[in-house]
């Protein structure tokens, strides 16, 4: 016969050892018996419900993949989620209806503590999807420079606590194509607001304003009055930062002319110049004032082509010099939105390009037409 001795007592070789039950045989045998235990006590039930999906279906990006079958589009495929999700966590408070009601308030679990934390968890799924539905429109923000991207998303966040199903999606989707294109304005004139300065504009041939250095005096404001100009190829911008050693810099450069060169390329992408995959100012050293090379994909010769070049110093400057292409479809843009040119011809005249570069440049600023051109939605809704 043999004999197994069990033995509950903590079992410590020192001076100060002690015989004090340490394992609590009712512990084990509810720990054993209610699964409630299996789950983490610091996880919250969004990441239990996160952790049953990634089981069944390999996390939520799976879950959206095989969701986008034929003939469903993106916001449908996670309206079926966002239910899915909405109906299980429903479901998991409903079955405190099967506790018996002394239970709860041993407990301690009321009822509004229960309708709180249900609304905090519903309005946490709502956000989710939101953001999720957000971050598929780069179709759209890839497009935006820095200051309109911000402007635009900050509206559209503060909208997530509405309720997430198809129209609520299709109606902020299609707010969003109809406010993009005026992004798409606003931002090319503020890009080449940002380049004003005596020495990189020249003024429309009917413009006889003459301006002295004393009027220039000002390094972050233009001249009173002035208007009816274009950019010159070769611009000195004043306001946007330059090299530095400072906190913040990327590879000697400082963030607000990163920022401001980045915002250059996504002005000529949205001009027809394809700058997808090409140089972006974190891309180079700036740790000397040698000339920077940011280039585009011509599609018509298959060839990489120089977009801009461009210096930058220590006293804050940055010094450019623009494609010539480049050059004409923006001056020609800004004027038609500032309003000084009324037609092609107008702005042929007035800047001195030739007709059918001005012709082409008149209404080369990117622009959406439907909102099937941002999420493949399936149905056309005319913007």
Known sequence: MNVIRISLIDKRYSRYGSDAQKIDPFSLWFKKNFAIFE????????????????KSAGGFDSRLQNAMVPGVDLVAALQSMYDTDLSSLVQTYKKLEEIDTVVLKELDVSFDGVKEA?????????????????????????RLTASSR???LKVLFEHTHVDFNKSNAYALVQWMCKNANLYFDDQLVETVEKMVSQSSIVLYKSNEK?????????????PEGLDRFALDYRIVVTREGGRTDGYGSTNGLSRRAEVFLNDLCTIAGNLGFDSTGCERARDFGWNDSAKKVFTYYDHTTEKYVTLFECRAYYNGNLHLKLNQAFLAK???????????????????????????????SYNANFQITSTSDVLCLGVDYAV
């Open 210 to 222: 003459t301006f002295g250095k004393e009027q220039w005096r000002y390094v972050y404001r233009s």
């Open 330 to 360: 923006m001056n020609v843009q800004f004027g038609k939105l500032k309003g000084w040119v009324k037609s092609p011809k107008e702005a042929a005249d007035e800047m001195g390009v030739d007709i059918e570069i001005a012709q082409h």
């Open 39 to 54: 789950e983490s006590e610091n996880s919250s039930h969004t990441d239990t419900l996160k952790n049953r999906h990634n």
């Open 150 to 152: 911000e402007k635009l």
């Open 118 to 142: 249900l609304k905090l968890k519903i309005g946490s799924l709502k956000d989710k999807y939101w953001r999720e539905l957000f971050s598929n429109f780069d179709k759209i923000t890839d």
